[in-house]
């Protein structure tokens, strides 16, 4: 036992030993927050460095098995068109990595090429074929190949629609729209050229060796039947064949398979103080969307608390006025909030592991280019 008056050696050792792996709370916020100013935010810029706070036994370093410990997706919502999951122990560049890739490099089915037979509506070629262009098909890119200018248009990389509608005189205005593609398993019924014998066997613009019923398991179409395309007149009609193929959305918008794809950082609202009665009132009604709330403290005494800080968009009209020095606004740093929207080609939970695949073929590629 240590002699009366003196310190035990063990306590001493100990709490250098405890803080030697934690930074003061200014660095640990300046690592791990983004602060959102009135005015602008700050610590926007990480400490990529490994070796930021070696002098005080920290290691900044990046390693897979950090990645592995600290990395995880939490899914929030998820239905059949959109879905709204949370990327955790991630740098912000892998989460713009994945948005740019759903937006561009996933591919899927959509019309590349109109064959007009007859257009007597008020409406050009070219716009028409623009509208049919933007038409999401429900069909998975994952059964078809790409095609390219030296390719023949086969089963396998090519999917034929016709669209035959017309107004008789006398009648309404018709509207016509996607659900009126009538999808050609058999391929082109557009002969390409007149037989030279009466014999020979017409040629089309397609070279399908098989029906597509053949090789997919359920039949195709549009995703959405009541998009409206057009308006006949009477004694209008429109007659036309479309071809689509597969493609990314890095050559054309169309091919784009998400609506929207888009992350933002989780938010963080903390009050430095308390904020009681009247300005507490008063800072919940400042917010548009409804992140503060009222408490009852008992004795007709009330304060505000952070009741639903996702809810924040960084407004900043909590930190503006006479609450600017009582509220800080945070964003984790390392913390993403995704939402993924799909145009309906592919589930968004597919088109997510899409974007993973596709990344992780580019990260192989480099390697093996390195080696």
């Avoid at 001493?12 to 405890?18: A, F, G, L, R, S």
């Avoid at 070279?207 to 006949?232: C, N, W, Y």
């Avoid at 169309?254 to 950082?265: D, E, L």
């Avoid at 503060?292 to 004795?299: R, S």
Wanted: aromatic share 6%; proline share 5%.
């Amino acid at each position: 036992m240590p002699k009366k008056g003196t310190k035990s050696s063990k306590g001493t050792n100990d709490e250098p030993e405890q803080q030697q792996n934690k930074l003061p709370e200014h660095l640990e916020l300046q690592r791990t927050r983004v602060v959102c100013k009135a005015d602008a935010p700050v610590n926007t810029e990480g400490f990529q460095y490994a070796g930021a706070f070696a002098a005080m036994g920290i290691d900044n370093s990046v390693s897979v098995e950090k990645f592995c410990k600290n990395f995880k997706v939490v899914v929030n919502r998820l239905t059949e068109d959109d879905m709204e999951f949370d990327m955790i122990g991630i740098d912000a560049s892998i989460a713009n990595a994945f948005r740019r890739i759903l937006i561009a490099e996933v591919p899927t089915m959509a019309i590349e090429k109109v064959l007009m037979v007859d257009n007597t509506s008020v409406i050009a070629d070219e716009v028409l074929s623009h509208r049919l262009g933007l038409i999401p098909l429900d069909a998975d890119p994952r059964l078809f190949e790409y095609i390219s200018e030296n390719d023949v248009p086969s089963e396998r990389n090519t999917i034929v629609y016709k669209l035959h509608v017309s107004c008789k005189k006398g009648s309404p205005r018709l509207t016509v729209k996607s659900g009126d593609l009538e999808w050609l398993p058999e391929g082109s019924q557009l002969p390409l050229a007149s037989p030279t014998q009466s014999g020979d066997k017409q040629k089309t613009y397609t070279s399908f060796s098989q029906s597509q019923k053949d090789i997919l398991e359920k039949p195709l179409g549009v995703k959405f039947k009541d998009i409206t395309i057009a308006r006949l007149g009477p004694g209008q009609a429109i007659e036309l064949e479309v071809h689509a193929v597969k493609g990314i959305g890095k050559v054309h918008a169309k091919w784009s398979p998400v609506a929207t794809a888009w992350y933002r950082m989780l938010p963080e609202v903390v009050l430095r103080e308390e904020i009681k009665d009247a300005a507490a009132e008063k800072l919940v009604k400042k917010c548009p969307v409804n992140v503060f709330d009222i408490e009852d403290l008992g004795n007709g005494e009330k304060r505000a608390i952070v009741a639903r800080p996702r809810a924040c968009t960084l407004c900043r009209e909590c930190v503006m006025g006479n609450t600017g020095e009582q509220v800080e606004l945070r964003r984790v740093r390392d913390h993403f909030i995704f939402t993924v929207e799909s145009t309906g080609a592919l589930p968004p939970e597919v088109l997510f592991t899409e974007a993973v695949r596709i990344l992780e073929e580019k990260c192989e590629r480099v390697i093996s280019e390195l080696s």
